[in-house]
C-alpha cells in the first residue's frame, strides 16, 4: 500500500496542526493511501492525529535521562539513537511526504535520509516569522520542496520574494469544518461567558483570539481598548489564549493597571472553549502586526461576527475586504478603535457584514471542499 507521511511541527491546540488535523481527516474520504504523521513534538492534539494515522513523535525516539548517559559514556548515544529513528522513521512505498510548515525543514531532512519522496510543503508563515527562525532550516525546506501550497496570497508573495518559482506555488488557503464549528457554536452559553466577564445586560464585548506576543498586537488591543472605553465606559474587551504565570500575562496585566482598564479588559487563559467568547462578542478583532490567516478569523466569521484588522498584515485583509467587516490602515490604533465603534453603533451594518463573512466561509474556506484541492496536488505529485 502506498503511503503518505504528514510532518506536523508540533500537537498544540494552535493553528497549524488544527488545520493539518482537519484536513487529515477530509483526505481519509479522498485518498487510499495509508497516513503517517511525525510530530516534531508531542502535545494535546496527539490522540486525535491517532485516531486518523500511525503517529511517530519525534523526540521519543532519543534516548534521554540516566540510560542516554550510559549509552553516552559506553559511546553508544548517537548508534543508538540513529538505529531508533531509522526504524521508527523508516516506510516502504512512500510516495509524499506533506509538510505542514516551512520550519520542518531538518525533520523532513531526516525523514528524506530513509525514505525516497517528494515533499509538499504547506507554507503558513510570513517574513517576520520566517526570519526569526534558523536560516539553514528554511533553506533546507525551500530546497527539498518540490510543491509548495500558499495558505494566503500574502504567504505566496513571500514565497516568491524567497526566490521560489510562481509555479511551483499553489494558493490553498486556510480553511475550517464549517459544520462541525457551527455546531459547537449552536450550543454555546452565551450568558455564562457574559456572566463569567461581569457583563450587564446592556454592555457589549470585543474579542481576540491567540497568543499573546508582540507578532498578534496584544500591546496594540490594550492601547485599542483604552481609546474606546474613553468614548464608551460600557464597553468590555476579552483577550482569549494567555495564561496566567506568564511574561506576557504580567505585561498585559501591567498595561491594563496603568490605562486604568481593570474590569474592562479580560484575560483568559488558553482554553479548547475559545468558541464560546467569539459567540459571547459582537466582532472579532485582530490586531496582529503579522499574520498568514489564522483560522480564529474564519471561525469568527462562520459564527457570524463581522472582522476588524490591519491592513498589510497578512492574509486577513484580503478576507475581510469591505464587506466582512473593516480593514484599516496598519498599526493605526485610533482608525482601529473608530471603526470598532462604528460597528457597535450601527446593529444593521454589524449585522450585514458578520453574515456575509459567515456566507463567504461556507462558500469558499470549507475544509472538506479544500481538502478535495489539496487531494489532488497529492495524487499529481505521486502520479
Not at 525516497?116 to 533553506?139: D, G, M, P, W
Amino acid at each position: 500500500m502506498k503511503k503518505i507521511i504528514f510532518v506536523s511541527h508540533e500537537a498544540t491546540l494552535t493553528g497549524a496542526p488544527i488545520l493539518l488535523l482537519n484536513i487529515i481527516r477530509c483526505l481519509r474520504g479522498e485518498l487510499r493511501e495509508d497516513f503517517i504523521v511525525v510530530l516534531g513534538k508531542d502535545g494535546p492534539l496527539r490522540p486525535q492525529f491517532e485516531e486518523l494515522a500511525h503517529v511517530v513523535v519525534a523526540p521519543s525516539l532519543l534516548a534521554s535521562g540516566r540510560f542516554a548517559n550510559n549509552l553516552r559514556r559506553l559511546r553508544l548515544l548517537n548508534s543508538y539513537n540513529n538505529r531508533r529513528r531509522k526504524n521508527a522513521l523508516s516506510f516502504e512505498n512512500v510516495k509524499v511526504i506533506f509538510s505542514n510548515t516551512i520550519v520542518n525543514g531538518k525533520l523532513v531532512e531526516e525523514i528524506l535520509s530513509f525514505n525516497k519522496a517528494r515533499v509538499i510543503t504547506y507554507v503558513h508563515e510570513l517574513a517576520y516569522t520566517i526570519q526569526t527562525f534558523n536560516s539553514a532550516e528554511i533553506n533546507k525546506a525551500l530546497q527539498q520542496t518540490s510543491l509548495f501550497l500558499a495558505g494566503s496570497n500574502a504567504v505566496l508573495q513571500n514565497l516568491l520574494s524567497l526566490g521560489v518559482a510562481n509555479d511551483l506555488v499553489h494558493v490553498v488557503p486556510s480553511s475550517i469544518p464549517v459544520a462541525a464549528i457551527t455546531e459547537k457554536l449552536a450550543i454555546t452559553d452565551v450568558d455564562s461567558i457574559r456572566a463569567s466577564l461581569c457583563l450587564q445586560p446592556h454592555e457589549q464585548l470585543i474579542v481576540a483570539v491567540g497568543t499573546a506576543d508582540w507578532r498578534k498586537g496584544n500591546d496594540l488591543f490594550i492601547q485599542m481598548a483604552a481609546r474606546l472605553v474613553q468614548m464608551q465606559p460600557q464597553l468590555h474587551f476579552a483577550w482569549v489564549g494567555v495564561s496566567a504565570g506568564t511574561l506576557e500575562h504580567l505585561r498585559m496585566r501591567y498595561e491594563i493597571e496603568h490605562y486604568h482598564l481593570d474590569g474592562r479588559v479580560h484575560l483568559v487563559a488558553v482554553t479548547p472553549d475559545y468558541l464560546n467568547y467569539i459567540a459571547a462578542a459582537e466582532l472579532f478583532v485582530l490586531t496582529s502586526r503579522e499574520d498568514p490567516f489564522p483560522l480564529v478569523v474564519l471561525e469568527a466569521a462562520a459564527a457570524g461576527k463581522p472582522i476588524v484588522c490591519f491592513a498589510d498584515s497578512g492574509g486577513t485583509p484580503g478576507f475581510v475586504g469591505v464587506k466582512n467587516g473593516t480593514v484599516v490602515p496598519y498599526g493605526d490604533v485610533i482608525a482601529l478603535s473608530d471603526a470598532i465603534e462604528a460597528l457597535l453603533q450601527d446593529s444593521s451594518m454589524r449585522y450585514r457584514k458578520g453574515e456575509h463573512a459567515r456566507i463567504t466561509v461556507q462558500s469558499e474556506y470549507d475544509t472538506p471542499q479544500v481538502a478535495v484541492r489539496i487531494a489532488r496536488l497529492i495524487a499529481l505529485e505521486h502520479a
